[in-house]
């Protein structure tokens, strides 16, 4: 008997922290929702999404502080995986793009894994951070490909997440100036 009681009061305190935590879980992400409808600020005052990142000037000092290319006015940079053909076609995209080609834009790749299959896109027309995957983190990047452009101040002025069918040259080429989100696929 004393057993059973001993038993059924460790299964209320396991119910009751499994409870705990999915109760934590739906607060943040019903956070994360009205961050998105702009009816409520992130507590702590740091980024919760890559949509809350533009117009978030990187620190200058640390990881991500290699994302922008030194002396360059704008920098895109293109998060990416090995093995993945749609981050392949995005990264030679760019590296076709006239601004990229010229040197005007500097572009920076950013893989999960290894460099190898990344800098064979970038035709020679940019340079690539290996395991990179808490970078992504730290941005909350959501999938990959995914583009983000950042002006010579270290501002993110851009953020996309690209399909075959994104003309690159043109969104490269509005990044210029103006703080705006193409993040939105539907």
Known sequence: MESAV??????LVLLALGFAGLLRQVTVLTRGQAGRTGTSTP????????????????PAHGE??????PGAHRTVVAFVSPGCSSCALTL????DVPDVRDGSVALVAVSTGSCDPALDNL???????PQGRDLLEQLHVPATPYLMAVDGGGTIVAAALPDRDTDLTAWVRGTRGSIRLTEEQG
């Not at 991500?64 to 290319?69: D, S």
């Not at 030679?92 to 590296?95: A, E, F, I, Q, V």
């Open 64 to 69: 991500l502080a290699g994302l922008v290319e």
């Open 92 to 95: 030679t995209g760019l590296s």
């Open 6 to 11: 001993l038993l059924a009061w460790v299964a």
């Open 43 to 58: 507590a702590s005052g740091s980024p919760r999404s890559t949509r809350d990142l533009v117009g978030f000037r990187l």
């Open 123 to 129: 035709a020679g027309t940019g340079r690539c951070l």
